[in-house]
């Protein structure tokens, strides 16, 4: 059971109970290269693998805001409840063999899919658990007046972030590049939240604009629903479940010990999912040749002891992004830390595509899969650049559908 929170960076520690362990108690504006991370006390809940088909309710025994929600006097059965209305509609995705990716790469292939996931994509899993943990402290009393929730992202996870806090009437601001594409600023806002277009302030100005605007309303009280685990921890949480989920589903079948390709952009997807997925499975990291700071920063990190000390030196802006798969195209992995120790825990490596095998991989999962966007297909450019270069094994692997094509 999730007993509290502990910095991978200055190791400060927090106990479940509290509310809004949002971010390390260290960090600031001037020091935000901190990371919290839920520690497990080992002790199995009996509840685990709760014979149900929703994933927050099957798993809650291992999952954060459920230890969160007992700490502070909930019963079972009330934060069955509140999964219930919360996360309601969220349901195992399949995970099944791909006909079309196995007959490619000559090897069992098995994609997790989640294209048909709440909001198309893997992202509401993050959101839903931030959401869980402020049903908690409302129903417990100490949450008493909804502050507006905050994003920045003009993709999968802004539209996730609609549909999770629409479904609570809870207000959210999402802040949004100039570039934004106008169709999806309208499917947007037909969930009724605020669009926050921002501008860079000038021609030398670093940084995402949309990003600082997103800082700079936490810093007014906003909260962070973001899907990037130094800006709220409790994305990581039930973002866990994908992993949770494929592991169960292989457990009994050929790739029950298959490596698993996952597309990294600011990597909260990959590090959730190899925390989730436990160590028997090897996780092989994917970014375009286009945006790969994290197979930059690996290397770097290789050759420093205790790496999470030396963030801003080993986690570099990539400069001027670029790849069909755009919504991988983060400057930052902002989740680097936490895939860098799931890569030391489980085994794995990194993997930069050619933006060759990145459309490669678009038109071949689209060719006899679920339809799914170049994002969402990305992890497959790493199975296909393996199988060129003679790197694949005989065995099973999987890989990770995790977005609908718009
Ligand atoms: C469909 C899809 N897949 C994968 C990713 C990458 O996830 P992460 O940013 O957590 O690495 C994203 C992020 O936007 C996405 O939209
Ligand atoms: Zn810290």
């Given at each position: 059971m999730?007993?509290?929170?502990?910095?991978?960076?200055c190791f400060a520690e927090v106990d479940i109970g509290q509310p809004f362990t949002w971010t390390c108690p260290r960090a600031s504006t001037n020091d935000p290269h901190h990371l919290l991370q839920f520690v497990d006390d080992d002790v199995d809940t009996v509840l685990d693998l709760a014979d149900d088909p929703n994933p927050f309710v099957r798993y809650r025994g291992r999952s954060a805001w459920w230890a969160f929600a007992r700490a502070r006097g909930l019963s079972d059965e009330q934060s069955v409840h509140l999964a219930r209305s919360i996360a309601g509609e969220f349901e195992i995705t399949p995970c099944e063999i791909h006909d079309g990716l196995s007959a490619a790469a000559g090897i069992t292939v098995f994609a997790k899919n989640e294209t048909c996931g709440v909001g198309g994509s893997h992202k509401a899993r993050h959101l839903a658990g931030i959401m869980l943990h402020l049903a908690v402290a409302e129903q417990v009393g100490v949450l008493t007046k909804r502050a507006p929730l905050a994003i920045s992202s003009c993709g999968n996870a802004a539209l996730a972030a609609a549909v999770v806090a629409s479904g609570q009437s809870w207000p959210l601001d999402v802040f949004v590049p100039t570039w934004m594409d106008a169709a999806f600023g309208d499917?947007?806002?037909?969930?009724?939240?605020?669009?926050?277009?921002?501008?860079r302030a000038g021609d030398g100005d670093a940084g995402d604009p949309a990003m600082a605007a997103f800082t700079a309303a936490v810093a007014?009280?906003?909260i962070p629903f973001s899907v990037q685990g130094p800006a709220n921890a409790w994305c990581l949480d039930t973002g866990r479940s994908i992993g949770w989920e494929i592991e169960e589903q292989l457990a009994t079948t050929e790739a029950a010990l298959a490596p698993i390709y996952v597309q990294v952009g600011g990597g909260a997807l990959a590090s959730s999912?190899?925390?989730?997925?436990?160590?028997t499975h090897e996780i092989r990291v994917v970014q375009a040749e286009g945006c790969a700071p994290l197979d930059r920063a690996l290397h770097s990190a290789e050759r420093l002891v205790d790496p999470g000390r030396h963030w801003s030196q080993i986690m570099r802006p990539w400069d001027n992004p670029h790849s069909l798969a755009d919504g991988i195209?983060?400057?930052?992995?902002?989740?680097w830390l936490g895939i860098y120790e799931v890569m030391k825990l489980n085994g794995g490596r990194?993997?930069?595509?050619?933006?060759?095998?990145?459309?490669?991989?678009?038109?071949?999962?689209?060719?006899?899969?679920p339809a799914t966007s170049a994002t969402g297909a990305a992890g497959v450019a790493g199975l296909l650049s393996d199988s060129d270069a003679g790197r694949l094994e005989s065995g099973p692997v999987v890989v990770v559908l995790s977005g609908v094509a718009r």
């Open positions: 999730i007993v509290g929170l502990r910095c991978a960076v499917a947007l806002r037909d969930f009724g939240v605020g669009i926050h277009r921002c501008e007014n009280g906003a999912l190899g925390r989730g997925v436990g160590p195209l983060d400057d930052e992995t902002y989740d990194s993997i930069v595509a050619s933006e060759a095998d990145i459309e490669r991989a678009y038109d071949l999962v689209n060719a006899t899969g």
